[in-house]
C-alpha cells in the first residue's frame, strides 16, 4: 500500500483516486480550500497533479518543501483554451509542464504519464477496442518503475507501457493533446487513447 495525494478534485482527479483507492492504496484529495494541498502534499509518498495544466506550475513550486525528495506523477497538459473550452494552443511550446515542473522542483522526482487519452482511459484501459499505449518520461529510472507499478494497479498490461526516457521526451507527448479537439469533432465525446502500433 502507497499513501498518495490527488492534487486536483475533477473528473481526472476524482477517477484516480476511486481507482487507486480500490486498488488498495491509501488515496487522499487535496480540495480547494486554503492550505489543502500542503497538507495532502506533507503526508503522501507519491503526489499526483491532476491540476488545470495551464495553473499547475504556481500552484506545485508553492509546494517547493512539501514535495521534497516525493514523486510526483504529471498527468495535465499545459494548454489555452479555445472558446469552446477544448485544447487550442500549447503554453510551453518547445517545451512542456514536466519539464517546466522539474526545474522549479529540483528535489522531487517528476514523472510524467497518462497525458495521452481521455480520462475515462487512464483508470480503463482494456474497455478500449483497440490496446492504449501509456507512455513514461522522467529523469529517475526508480520513480519511474514505481510509477510503472501504478499503472499495472490501474489496469495496465506491463507491454502496455512505453518508457521514453528523460523528462524532455514529455513535450512530444504533451503535443498530442492537440490531437484531442480534432479527433472529438470528428467522431464526438468518446474514449480514446495515442497507441504505438507494432
Same mark, same amino acid.
Given at each position: ?6 492534487? *486536483? ?18 488515496v ?6 486554503? *492550505?489543502?494541498a ?8 507519491i503526489v ?6 495551464a495553473? +499547475? ?7 517547493? !518543501?512539501?514535495?521534497? !525528495?516525493k514523486i510526483?506523477?504529471?498527468v ?12 487550442? !494552443? ?9 519539464e ?10 517528476v ?41 499495472? !494497479?490501474?489496469? /495496465?498490461h506491463?507491454? /502496455? ?14 503535443a ?9 469533432g ?8 495515442? +497507441?504505438?502500433a507494432?
Open positions: 500500500m502507497t499513501t498518495i495525494a490527488v492534487l *486536483g478534485n475533477g473528473r481526472v482527479g476524482g477517477n484516480l483516486a476511486t481507482a487507486l483507492t480500490r486498488a488498495g492504496h491509501e487522499t484529495v487535496a480540495d480547494r480550500t486554503p *492550505g489543502a500542503a497538507d495532502t502534499a506533507r503526508t503522501a509518498q499526483i497533479n491532476a491540476t488545470p495544466g495553473g +499547475s506550475l504556481d500552484r506545485l513550486a508553492a509546494l517547493r !518543501d512539501e514535495l521534497r !525528495d510526483l506523477v504529471d495535465s497538459n499545459a494548454t489555452n483554451d479555445g472558446p469552446d473550452g477544448l485544447p487550442a !494552443d500549447l503554453i510551453y511550446p518547445g517545451s512542456s509542464l514536466a517546466h515542473l522539474q526545474e522549479a522542483l529540483p528535489e522531487t522526482r514523472v510524467k504519464t497518462l497525458n495521452t487519452m481521455l480520462f475515462p482511459v487512464m483508470t480503463a484501459p482494456a474497455t478500449l477496442t483497440q490496446t492504449p499505449t501509456a507512455f513514461l518520461s522522467g529523469e529517475d529510472p526508480q520513480a519511474k518503475q514505481t510509477v510503472r507499478e501504478l499503472l499495472t !494497479d490501474l489496469g /495496465w506491463k507491454e /502496455w507501457i512505453a518508457d521514453l526516457g528523460g523528462i524532455q521526451t514529455a513535450r512530444a507527448t504533451e498530442a493533446i492537440l490531437f484531442v479537439p480534432h479527433v472529438i470528428a467522431t464526438g465525446f468518446t474514449p480514446f487513447a495515442i +497507441s504505438i507494432r
